[in-house]
């Protein structure tokens, strides 16, 4: 850490801005910007309860032997699932780690704190408006909302408010980096996970510019102002905000590996330029995967299409991978020199596995590379596509991504934030010992059964796939049924690993033993020291990771064919 | 530590260890290879989406669903006229809440001309037990050619959510051998 | 590390560009807008009408 002068030349009119040093880490940290991490953390974990508890009820729901919701009802809590998980907890979670990764890791003041105050007002009381909006039943649109369907008109108004509050929230961050780089509390370039934090923020940039461009019209016609959008470039600009944001989801996670690894193992990256990269891929083409939603529709061309799904020639894809190698080879390397050097594998046996941040961080490096980021590429192929778009394949294949990797990996930080940010010791070790394992298990579980149902033509958001209500008559395969039995059992696992997570950090929040300013905690392995490569530069010793790659990548081509040749099977149509 | 600078304020010259190149150039090669092979599937495969979409309107295209219906309907189902067009002909098939409108009777290995619209929300085109999704709007026709390959009873669940009778809605498309 | 201004080697073009955010932003925009939504949207913009 580079020291800093302790009085900087500020603005007249502010206070001086109040720092503590943390202990353990030796991070400098804003008492002010601390405050806002716990604010919008907490707040997270809030929504991500609400929205879990839906998610068990949707899965309920879809479990054929139980059934539990009414139609109506069903409809209702799965649109407030998508809003409360998908928008709610992901994005409030994501401000703590942009304010976390600029103001704490840049040892830093936090641009106009009260300015992050008001975001943090105006993103909580637009979620509430549309929280009540969808449980007060007039609003059962969706998530997705489209048009011709309409919501009631707070539905919109509650989202444009929450938006707005991100993008102001997105304003400090970036504010915050300037104000680093002209108060000089760093050398050089920002820390990698940083690095990571500044992407996930540009992309959320688009992401919620997009939803403010599109919901502000659909707002005006839910009032009866104007006529309705378009119902394609509704959907076409819609959805740059939908995926946009599960991509800010996945920059911000993958900081979240580097973070983990850095703290937890002292990993160094292999190669800096290849990490930053990697994310500056990302910045480029990841968010032109909204087009993965747009495969089957009418009016848009194959060139667009095939341009647009595939990341300008899977260039975001290529980062995707690097980083898939480089987290798990630094790891790698750390771990052999810190003396487990014995084998191809002593490194990942003798890996900290009783850390809940370490096993949570790898389990969702594990899960999203091998479930959420292959399905992704497979379901976003142009014309695989045909084969999947609507069927429970697609939740399937987000909940390996959202829920088995960002979620996942979200859940492991905050086994660091707690200590490090909140100054509380985890309450119950033995609960947060098992939780990433007993949640990894149902989200990596309700993955598959749904990708599976889904490939047996199960549509997805529908109550009933018996029919026994239609005036014809229909039966998905017994095996169909079999995996939406699976998936509520594995649902249940989840939200088990949910409830685990939930109850132990509140309590700990609430009850933890505090951890005094000057006091140290033991986050790192007893062994672990900071280390960059180990072997020479030309011949790093990472052959553990070089297998895992190649396994993943002979997974990756395999299942990528087999699914052409399920699409060779089928009617052939031009 | 990824989260301090970098130790080395040049970082951007420090060389890059051999496996990462290796794995950079892989990963890159495979993306080019996962990119043509959709445009090869353009050129050879045999199932590609056409991209021939028209505006429309829910009269306009109405008027063209009763006109088939009046002209090749065989039979009905439960009330739901089943239409048998000229193999090589139009089908017009209309969505709408909650109905897959008409049902439709094919005869295998023939051509048809489908065209799709939906007369008020989005709906889903999920034919069963192919398993082909397509996403129908309102106020656009999409027209692009089937040919079924094997005769049999067929579905069509909508999967795109439609409001609270989405799952009621269910159509029916027959192949036939002749 | 902190005598970096007695230096003077020029730091990299592509590292002074990724240690840019600003730059990256415009960049990060920019991209999915124009080959994204203006792409898309002109494409739907050209539906012709139905016969």
Redesign the interface.
Known sequence: MVATPESLPLPAAHEEPRFRTCASTGLKIHLAAQTLIKANAVTAVVFLAIGGLFGLLVALTRWPAVHLLPADWFYLVLTAHGLDVLLLWIIFFEIAILYFASAVLLGSRIAAPRVAWAAYALMLIGGLITNVAVLQGGSTVMFTSYTPMMAAPNFYLGLIIFAVGALVALGVFFGTLVVARDERTYEGSVPLVTFGAITAAIIAVFTLASGAIILIPTYLWSLGLISMPDPLTYKLIWWGMGHSSQQINVSAHVSIWYLIAAVVLGAKPLSEKVSRMAFFLYILFLQLASAHHLMVEPGLSSEWKVFNTSYAMYLAVLGSMIHGMTVPGAIEAAQRANGYDKGLFGWLRHAPWGNPAFAGMFLSLIMFGFIGGISGVVLGTEQINLIMHNTIYVPGHFHGTVVAGTTLAFMAGTWLLLPLIFQREIIWPRIARWQPYIFAIGAGGISLFMMGAGTLGVARRHWDITFADASMSFSYPPAAFLMMGLNGICALFAATGGIMYILTVVATVLWGKRIADGQAVQLASPKARVVTEYGSIEHPKIPGTIILTVIFFVAFVLYYYVNWKYLAEVWPMR | ????????????????????II??V???L???V??F???Y??AY???????E????TPM??SAKVDEMVGKFQVRD??G?PVVRPPAGGDVYMLARTW?WYPHIELVKGQSYKFH?SSL???H?F??????????V??????V??????ESGEY?V????????G???????IYVVEK | MSNQEHTNERVPVMQRVLDNPFLLLFLGVTMPTVLYIIWGIIEIAQIPVAP
């Open positions: 530590m990824a989260i301090a600078p970098p130790a080395d304020r040049m970082w951007w010259r420090t060389p890059v260890a051999r496996p990462e794995w950079i892989v990963s890159f495979w993306g080019l996962m990119f092979t959709m445009i599937w353009h495969g045999k199932q590609n989406l056409s991209n979409t028209y505006r429309t306009k295209y189902d439960n739901i109905m799709f008020d929300l989005q889903g999920s034919l069963q037990p192919v398993n082909v999704n397509l996403q709007h309102p106020g656009y026709e999409h692009l050619t089937f040919t079924p390959d579905s669940v909508c999967n795109e959510f439609c409001g609270l989405h799952h009621l809605m269910l159509g029916k």
